[in-house]
């Protein structure tokens, strides 16, 4: 499904030159759910915004669906990403002028879809995260496992194939975070494609592969079985 192969990326400034990523190499079959660890600066979330096509990358050859995401015009990078990449960050990026269900219906309101069936979608979406009771209500008033739970459901209204989250219980208790890792692990057994960075091994576990990256480099995999 995604193939890294030789990718660098350096960031340069008038008087500084770093290197975030260089010659990683990485498959991400369909279905897997990939943990990426590291300490901070290793290149983790540069590495996501590569894989969802959000930053460039400097060398190396990145394939996607068997299409060589180099040679697409930003237009094609621009459908790409809408029709098979969701987000979800730390800090939940929630328009908070907006309820629950606006944030939700946001993503196909981009796409043009016809009203009624953006409705019934997240109604659906609603249903699955179980926040229906609080569909009217504006990111302010919920709890912070409450806004990452719409997060998730803003990335999946759309049914992406790949998930990419960053840090996505970085801002949350222990039990609110292992109830945002149960809804993430659902998912994944439903048939999505998960990456996500992480400094936590108890989201990791629920992973099926840990990479740990060290200035730039996959350092170490490691495959987690799971009953």
Known sequence: MIHLH??????????????ALSELNLMVGEGEFISVMGPSGCGKTTLLNIIGLLDNF??????????????????????????NIGFVFQNFNLLEELTV???????????????????????????QISLGHRREHFPHQLSGGQQQKVAIGRAIVAQPRIILADEPTGNLDSAQGNEIMETLSHLNEQGTTIVMVTHSMNDAAYSNRIIKLMDGQIVSEKKLMHA
Do not use: C, W
């Open 6 to 19: 030789h990718i660098s990326k350096t960031y340069r400034s008038a008087s500084v030159e770093t290197h």
């Open 58 to 83: 400097d060398g190396g050859l990145y394939v996607f669906d068997d299409r060589d995401i180099g040679k697409l015009s930003e237009k094609e990078l621009v459908r790409l990403r809408k029709a």
């Open 101 to 127: 269900f606006e944030n939700i219906e946001l993503p196909l309101v981009y796409l043009g879809m016809r009203t009624a069936h953006r409705h019934e979608r997240v109604e659906q979406i609603l249903d």
